[in-house]
């Protein structure tokens, strides 16, 4: 029904921005969003992994100066109209696209400053050398920055159960990167989103579905209460909040044994260590 409006026919991840009728259907999606959830505080755009740009044949009669203009305005244009709803509402954008306009050289990003928090993510076990000095100090001309973790859904795009370790670490060391870009750049950090992702696209199969996260979830809620994990709160979190007889699903196994846990959505899930 709306192929019409992909950028690159071929694919379906990304719509057009060069044709009105693209907005139509955003900001149909839009009203329905507000809608059905009118006490939201938040409200996340997306736009992440935007790899097809000024594609579509419409866009060669539009003005735009290269594909960082046409992003600009499109997100400036999609931002203005939810503020023109709800101007309350904190509006962000994953950071991946603004990470590339401000590598070319892009650097008129002041209304869109104004508009969106950009929120920067990686699901990664070591967060901290995929971002250097330069990437933080781009990054800190934003009023506020949020980062995202995960807590399940990065460790494989077929992998059934979550590793907690892995997400562990990926929490644990978006707090040390936290701590070094605030104090060495002043980057404003306000929040985390712990992300739960359910398929690497929408093409692909479910990965880490929700009830065998549970552990991961709570272990990563615990790394940004406590800042860290050592072995007497990695014992109290598996046995006391868990309910395990043993510590769940640290890394993936090797041998296979049983794991047994009494905590809500255990039933729908089987652990093996």
Same mark, same amino acid.
């Given at each position: 029904?709306?192929?019409?409006?992909r950028?690159?026919?071929?694919y379906p991840q990304?719509?057009?921005?060069?044709l009105?009728?693209? $907005?139509?259907?955003?900001?149909?999606m839009?009203?329905q969003?507000?809608?059905?959830?009118? *006490?939201?505080?938040?409200f996340?755009?997306?736009?992440?992994e935007?790899?097809?740009r000024?594609?579509?044949?419409?866009c060669?009669?539009?003005?735009?100066h290269?594909?960082?203009d046409?992003?600009?305005?499109?997100?400036t244009r999609v931002?203005? $109209?939810?503020?023109s709803?709800?101007?309350?509402?904190?509006?962000?954008?994953?950071?991946?696209?603004?990470?590339?306009?401000?590598?070319?050289? $892009?650097?008129?990003?002041?209304?869109?400053?104004?508009?969106i928090?950009p929120?920067?993510?990686?699901?990664?076990?070591?967060?901290?050398?995929?971002?250097?000095?330069?990437f933080?100090?781009? *990054?800190?001309?934003?009023?506020?920055?949020?980062?995202a973790s995960?807590?399940?859904?990065?460790?494989?795009?077929?992998t059934?159960?979550?590793?907690?370790?892995?997400h562990?670490?990926?929490?644990?060391?978006?707090?040390e990167?936290?701590?070094?870009?605030?104090?060495?750049?002043?980057?404003? *950090?306000?929040?985390i989103?712990?992300?739960?992702?359910?398929? $690497?696209?929408?093409?692909?199969?479910?990965?880490?579905l929700?009830?065998?996260?549970?552990?991961?979830l709570?272990y990563v809620?615990?790394?940004?209460? *406590?800042?860290?994990?050592?072995?007497?709160?990695?014992?109290?979190?598996s046995?006391?909040?868990?309910?395990?007889?043993?510590?769940?699903?640290?890394?993936?196994?090797m041998?296979?044994?049983f794991?047994?846990?009494?905590?809500p959505?255990?039933?729908?899930c089987?652990?093996?260590n």
């Amino acid at each position: 029904e709306f192929m019409h409006l992909r950028e690159d026919k071929r694919y379906p991840q990304v719509i057009t921005p060069c044709l009105e009728e693209s $907005y139509k259907l955003i900001f149909e999606m839009i009203d329905q969003m507000l809608s059905l959830h009118p *006490f939201i505080s938040y409200f996340h755009m997306g736009c992440d992994e935007v790899y097809y740009r000024l594609v579509h044949p419409q866009c060669v009669y539009l003005n735009f100066h290269d594909d960082a203009d046409l992003f600009i305005r499109h997100v400036t244009r999609v931002a203005k $109209y939810i503020k023109s709803k709800r101007p309350d509402i904190k509006l962000f954008i994953w950071h991946d696209m603004l990470s590339q306009l401000a590598n070319s050289g $892009y650097n008129n990003i002041t209304e869109l400053n104004e508009l969106i928090v950009p929120m920067v993510w990686a699901y990664v076990d070591d967060v901290k050398p995929w971002f250097d000095d330069g990437f933080w100090m781009r *990054f800190s001309v934003f009023r506020e920055v949020w980062v995202a973790s995960s807590f399940k859904g990065s460790s494989g795009e077929i992998t059934t159960m979550s590793y907690i370790g892995h997400h562990q670490r990926n929490q644990q060391t978006w707090l040390e990167t936290m701590h070094i870009a605030s104090n060495r750049h002043k980057v404003n *950090f306000s929040g985390i989103a712990i992300t739960g992702w359910s398929r $690497y696209d929408h093409m692909l199969s479910l990965c880490e579905l929700l009830p065998s996260s549970i552990p991961s979830l709570a272990y990563v809620l615990q790394t940004i209460v *406590f800042g860290h994990i050592d072995n007497e709160k990695n014992v109290t979190i598996s046995t006391t909040l868990l309910g395990c007889n043993q510590i769940p699903l640290w890394e993936k196994p090797m041998f296979t044994t049983f794991v047994s846990c009494s905590f809500p959505g255990k039933k729908h899930c089987l652990f093996k260590n």
